[in-house]
């Protein structure tokens, strides 16, 4: 038991340490670039996105040559941190659309907040692991589970959501000494890919990707056991004057967009 925790530590501070890194890099690049430099859009965007979104990206890039779009992933809470502290972005998409109306109040959004999708959560588990998972939340409380990852509720939407799920099945205070805590919804479902956690509660949309989907089996939590994870975005100030942003903007509600997000299991706006 001490030596999984002591490589869950390790593992943690590695991956931080990494994804500061990686981080400070491409806002230092980001920074050199003109705001008004037309053809490039510079997000960021929550975890639960590494996959659907690097597809909407190709897509809007298929349909405007010339145009390009970087993303950098990580926890909403933190993303709001640095966009407040004036990391170069030109748009947000947040896992929990509160972030983007505090922008927009502050006077660092130049749009109105609109959201892009409903997210799901789910229990998650490798199939090495030969644990039922269609047991759900009660699975958690199987003796053979000795660690549970979750998303930091501090700064990450997709932890809050793990943390009150727990609490409405009443068993947070019971397992509270298993959590271990990612720094966003990617890294909580690595540290169960490698076997640093048993079973994790993890965004539906990264379940789905097909990375994950061959290696793990999934329990879609009711959404009765949680609030709405209603997830937004925002055109920054550093936007204005780009038409490349204003065209991925209008691109996020498209068809073609929408699509993409359905086949990652969020619920779409107004459906």
């Given at each position: 038991?001490?030596?999984?925790?002591?490589?869950?530590?390790?593992?943690?501070?590695?991956?931080?340490?990494?994804?500061?890194?990686?981080?400070?890099?491409?806002?230092?690049?980001?920074?050199?670039?003109s705001p008004l430099f037309a053809g490039q859009v510079t997000?960021?965007?929550?975890?639960?996105?590494?996959?659907?979104?690097?597809?909407?990206?190709?897509?809007?890039?298929?349909?405007?040559?010339?145009?390009?779009?970087?993303?950098?992933?990580?926890?909403?809470?933190?993303?709001?941190?640095?966009?407040?502290?004036?990391?170069?972005?030109?748009?947000?998409?947040?896992?929990?659309?509160?972030?983007?109306?505090?922008?927009?109040?502050?006077?660092?959004?130049?749009?109105?907040?609109?959201?892009?999708?409903?997210?799901?959560?789910?229990?998650?588990?490798?199939?090495?692991?030969?644990?039922?998972?269609?047991?759900?939340?009660?699975?958690?409380?199987?003796?053979?589970?000795?660690?549970?990852?979750?998303?930091?509720?501090?700064?990450?939407?997709?932890?809050?959501?793990?943390?009150?799920?727990?609490?409405?099945?009443?068993?947070?205070?019971?397992?509270?000494?298993?959590?271990?805590?990612?720094?966003?919804?990617?890294?909580?479902?690595?540290?169960?890919?490698?076997?640093?956690?048993?079973?994790?509660?993890?965004?539906?949309?990264l379940v789905l990707a097909p990375a994950l989907a061959k290696?793990?089996?999934?329990?879609?939590?009711?959404?009765?056991?949680?609030?709405?994870?209603?997830?937004?975005?925002?055109?920054?100030?550093?936007?204005?004057?780009?038409?490349?942003?204003?065209?991925?903007?209008?691109?996020?509600?498209?068809?073609?967009?929408?699509?993409?997000?359905?086949?990652?299991?969020?619920?779409?706006?107004?459906?």
């Amino acid at each position: 038991m001490r030596n999984s925790i002591n490589y869950i530590t390790k593992l943690k501070k590695s991956m931080k340490k990494i994804t500061q890194l990686i981080t400070a890099v491409v806002i230092a690049l980001l920074s050199t670039t003109s705001p008004l430099f037309a053809g490039q859009v510079t997000i960021t965007a929550a975890s639960d996105l590494q996959y659907a979104m690097k597809d909407i990206i190709a897509a809007f890039e298929s349909k405007n040559p010339g145009d390009t779009v970087a993303a950098v992933y990580g926890s909403s809470g933190k993303a709001f941190s640095q966009i407040e502290n004036g990391a170069p972005y030109d748009m947000f998409f947040s896992a929990d659309i509160s972030y983007p109306e505090k922008l927009k109040q502050s006077g660092m959004a130049i749009s109105e907040p609109k959201p892009y999708a409903i997210g799901r959560i789910t229990v998650w588990v490798t199939k090495a692991s030969g644990l039922d998972v269609s047991k759900g939340i009660a699975l958690l409380s199987d003796p053979k589970i000795k660690t549970i990852a979750i998303a930091n509720p501090e700064h990450a939407p997709y932890g809050r959501i793990a943390k009150e799920v727990l609490e409405h099945e009443k068993v947070y205070e019971k397992l509270k000494s298993k959590l271990v805590l990612g720094e966003n919804i990617q890294q909580t479902a690595q540290f169960v890919q490698t076997g640093a956690a048993d079973a994790g509660i993890i965004a539906y949309s990264l379940v789905l990707a097909p990375a994950l989907a061959k290696e793990g089996n999934y329990y879609l939590i009711p959404t009765t056991a949680h609030q709405p994870i209603v997830q937004g975005y925002v055109l920054l100030k550093q936007a204005a004057g780009n038409a490349a942003a204003a065209k991925f903007e209008q691109f996020i509600a498209s068809p073609a967009a929408r699509a993409i997000f359905k086949k990652y299991g969020f619920i779409l706006p107004n459906e």
